[in-house]
């Protein structure tokens, strides 16, 4: 792996490239109901993530990545490893309203398509790509905190796990993910 980071002006940067060889890498087999070690694989990619404080209280962020990870021998040399997306992304805002007491979050996250558990052999229909976007007002004063947030704001419906069959294309296992999603907290620390 190498990588650069960097702080210029209002902009903290970051960049890497990275290459690995792996092997011994363990796979859940349905058909067989045990671990067994994939074939040896290649993952490699780079990162990218940049912030900037606009203000005293606003920071901006945001990050993209590209991954490739395939199987380098055994019979699906060549294909995608399942469940990992080539492309992922996010951007956010930090708006601190009132110093640490009144904080707004908002963040979006991009997913691509990848392909799905057990679909080593690269034919299946893949986990489709998915945007969410989560929001959060919260604060803290002296040792209290409290919060309000939503995820998944736009109530996508998703998943981002499936299990490919191997007797028939087409057919597989997927496993939804909650709409949208509400949360309070309040607390304090001693």
């Known amino acids: 792996e190498?990588?650069?980071?960097?702080?210029?002006?209002?902009?903290?940067?970051?960049?890497?490239?990275?290459?690995?060889?792996?092997?011994?890498?363990?796979?859940?087999?349905?058909?067989?109901?045990?671990?067994?070690?994939?074939?040896?694989?290649?993952?490699?990619?780079?990162?990218?993530?940049?912030?900037?404080?606009?203000?005293?209280?606003?920071?901006?962020?945001?990050?993209?990545?590209?991954?490739?990870?395939?199987?380098?021998?055994?019979?699906?040399?060549?294909?995608?490893?399942?469940?990992?997306?080539?492309?992922?992304?996010?951007?956010?805002?930090?708006?601190?309203?009132?110093?640490?007491?009144?904080?707004?979050?908002?963040?979006v996250r991009f997913v691509g398509s990848r392909r799905m558990d057990n679909d080593q052999a690269n034919r299946q229909p893949l986990v489709p790509a998915v945007t969410l976007v989560d929001v959060r007002l919260g604060g803290r004063f002296d040792r209290y905190f409290w919060s309000v947030a939503v995820q998944n704001l736009f109530d996508q419906e998703y998943f981002d796990y499936a299990v490919a069959s191997t007797a028939a294309l087409g057919r597989y296992n997927a496993y939804p993910l909650a709409g949208r999603t509400f949360m309070v907290r309040a607390g304090a620390t001693f």
């Open 2 to 107: 190498a990588g650069v980071r960097a702080h210029v002006g209002i902009f903290d940067m970051q960049w890497s490239l990275y290459d690995m060889y792996l092997e011994n890498e363990i796979h859940y087999r349905p058909d067989l109901f045990a671990n067994v070690n994939l074939d040896p694989t290649r993952r490699y990619g780079s990162e990218a993530m940049m912030s900037a404080r606009v203000t005293d209280t606003i920071l901006l962020k945001g990050g993209v990545a590209y991954t490739r990870s395939v199987f380098r021998e055994g019979p699906f040399a060549g294909n995608d490893v399942p469940l990992v997306a080539r492309n992922t992304a996010s951007a956010g805002v930090v708006w601190n309203i009132l110093d640490e007491r009144l904080v707004f979050t908002g963040d």
